[in-house]
């Protein structure tokens, strides 16, 4: 056995390790919305025999497309449980990573098989999303996907895994379809490359991507037409907030901040983030810096060294997406972090491939990743440890766990509110109203939110009395 196949094994067996321990704590910590209930009804239809032409409506009233949820319901079939999607979606995300990493080790080289892992696993939003169900959190693993099908497509130029790579950008845009801009990356790409193959094939590329959408066609512009897209201004006119959301989500600094009416000043998860939130942003410029340079080199053709045709083509085409995921949204369509998924791994392969391209600024760049490694890595997974530390009540690994608590100190009849820099909120209650007792009519709060917000603090202080009684980090209060 080779030094290399050692060293790779060891890595892979840190990045196992590392991920587990992610996931351990945050899969509990995450929590059930609106999305996802919906997303459950229409697995469990699918698996009832109805099979829906389109899925839940997203926020602007357009009917989703179906292919996540029918991709979905048999997972959903044997686990049933929320929390094992929640699992399930991060296992899903794991093996990208490391289907991907095994490519490059396979095909490139070691140093950037474990750079690509290793930004992979420290990068803020990636991770973050990693494990959320959610229609566009199965996208990192079909863009994998995508780019080991398009590389097969530019080494052999065999028309498979061209027919290949496009199915899958149409499942891509399917579960987000602000990733439309994929369409005219590839499509540009493989007219600038000359690759495009002959026109029986493009005619019946054109035929299965139809079949692909027909059943969303049918259901919104012949059942119900009512569901078409509202009229409005193609125009974006905020042109810094897809910005703002572009580089949150390369750098990861969204996420140090939580803002509420009730709170005095918007960090709030931890006192922590003062310090985090200043070198997330260093972190994010410098990482920023790398891309754009990297994607530069990529669409203008300037390496330091010859490169295999092959890397070389990749290398145009991912390029291509960073540029477009900027200038598409900037046309007009509403962009949040989540919209950006397909980024992953775009932008680890980017900084990889611009590294490994290099010979004279080699050690520099180096030097440059790993401190955004370092410093996403350190933020990615204290902020892991520190929501199994402090979890909200209402996140799928601890209601349960809560519930039995609660019943346990007060069997016969309890009400349960919370208090969070949103406001109070009803959390739970058995038995009769008016049997309830003062020590059973409780209000929570995380000790973070009662330290930092002076409201917070002087409205429990006014009208409730402080128990002995804790669950994790909330303090339990009790009416006077």
Request: glycine share 4%; charged share 10%; proline share 4%.
């Amino acid at each position: 056995m080779s030094k290399q196949l050692i060293t790779f094994l060891l890595f892979m067996i840190f990045f196992i390790t590392g991920t587990s321990y992610y996931y351990y704590w945050t899969v509990p910590a995450n929590s059930i919305w609106h999305d996802q209930r919906a997303a459950i009804e229409v697995f469990q239809k699918i698996i009832d025999g109805q099979f829906p032409l389109v899925g839940y409506n997203h926020s602007n009233g357009i009917p989703s497309f179906a292919a996540f949820y029918y991709i979905m319901s048999p997972v959903y079939y044997f686990l049933k449980d929320p929390i094992g999607l929640y699992y399930f979606t991060a296992f899903i995300n794991v093996i990208s990573i490391l289907i991907f990493t095994t490519f490059l080790y396979l095909k490139l080289n070691i140093s950037s098989a474990i750079l690509f892992g290793a930004y992979s696993i420290t990068n803020v939003w990636g991770l973050y999303y990693g494990s959320f169900l959610w229609n566009p959190n199965l996208i990192p693993f079909f863009m994998t996907l995508l780019f080991i099908f398009t590389f097969k497509f530019f080494d052999t130029e065999k028309t498979i895994f061209f027919h290949i790579s496009g199915l899958i950008i149409n499942l891509i845009v399917q579960m987000s379809p602000q990733a439309i801009s994929l369409v005219f990356s590839f499509g540009i790409t493989i007219i600038i490359l000359n690759k495009l193959p002959k026109l029986i094939h493009l005619f019946n590329h054109a035929i299965c991507h139809f079949i692909l959408i027909s059943p969303w066609l049918i259901h919104t512009r012949i059942l119900n037409p009512s569901s078409k897209a509202p009229t409005h201004s193609t125009i974006f006119k905020d042109f810094t907030a897809p910005l703002l959301e572009y580089t949150s989500y390369i750098g990861g600094w969204g996420l140090t901040q939580e803002t509420g009416k009730f709170l005095d000043y918007g960090t709030i998860i931890s006192p922590e983030n003062q310090y985090f939130l200043p070198l997330l942003k260093i972190s994010t410029i410098v990482c920023i810096l790398l891309v754009v340079s990297f994607s530069f080199h990529f669409l203008t053709n300037r390496f330091d060294q010859k490169i295999n045709i092959s890397w070389r083509s990749l290398a145009y085409f991912i390029g291509l997406i960073n540029l477009f995921s900027l200038l598409f949204f900037f046309l007009g369509l509403r962009v949040n972090t989540h919209h950006f998924q397909f980024l992953n791994p775009t932008i680890a392969l980017i900084l990889v491939l611009g590294i490994n391209f290099q010979v004279h600024k080699k050690k520099l760049f180096m030097g440059l990743l790993s401190f955004v490694i370092l410093t996403q890595g350190t933020y990615s997974y204290w902020r892991a440890n520190s929501e199994s530390i402090r979890p909200y009540t209402t996140d799928i690994g601890y209601q349960e766990i809560f519930s039995e608590y609660v019943k346990n100190r007060c069997p016969n009849s309890a009400r349960v509110r919370y208090v969070t820099p949103n406001g109070i909120h009803t959390y739970m209650q058995h038995g009769e109203l008016k049997e309830i007792v003062s020590s059973c009519d409780w209000m929570l709060v995380q000790k973070n939110h009662y330290d930092l917000s002076i409201i917070i603090h002087d409205f429990l202080n006014e009208k409730f009395q402080l128990s002995q009684n804790k669950f994790k980090n909330y303090l339990i209060w009790f009416t006077k």
